[in-house]
């Protein structure tokens, strides 16, 4: 079992900078691939960043591209997403999810992959 708390979202401008935490519980986090997700009023949850077990591999959507960066610190068991260049469409809740990994380089973009959610955090960016 894992559990995820998310945090760092707040109100930003456009073209800021935020970087959002995600904390894990369990003992076998390190073994487990993670993702970020985001949802905006009115529409579905979208994928915004994956990252591998070992950490080695990371996917992003087009839409983020360049401009965030996920990373994870297995020390602290903690998954990171750094948003720079904000913009008023990054507006939104952000989810972080992790499902367990069957291989280091293991990594996963659809949300119905993932077996555990955090609560999320609200992100805003004003024009």
């Known amino acids: 079992q894992v559990q995820l708390v998310e945090s760092g979202g707040g109100l930003v401008q456009a073209g800021g900078s935020l970087r959002l935490s995600c904390a894990a519980s369990?003992?076998?986090?390190?073994?487990?691939?993670m993702g970020w997700f985001r949802q905006a009023p009115g529409q579905e949850r979208e994928f915004v960043a994956a990252?591998?077990?070992?950490?080695?591999?990371?996917s992003y959507s087009d839409s983020v591209k360049g401009r965030f960066t996920i990373s994870r610190d297995y020390a602290k068991n903690t998954v990171y997403l750094q948003m720079n260049r904000l913009k008023p469409e990054d507006t939104a809740v952000y989810y972080c999810?992790?499902?367990?990994?069957?291989?280091?380089?293991?990594?996963?973009?659809?949300?119905?992959?993932?077996?555990?959610w955090g609560q999320g955090t609200q992100v805003t960016v004003s024009s």
């Open positions: 999810a992790a499902v367990p990994a069957p291989s280091l380089r293991y990594i996963v973009s659809t949300e119905d992959k993932y077996h555990y």
């Open positions: 369990g003992r076998t986090f390190s073994t487990y691939a």
């Open positions: 990252i591998s077990w070992s950490g080695g591999t990371t």
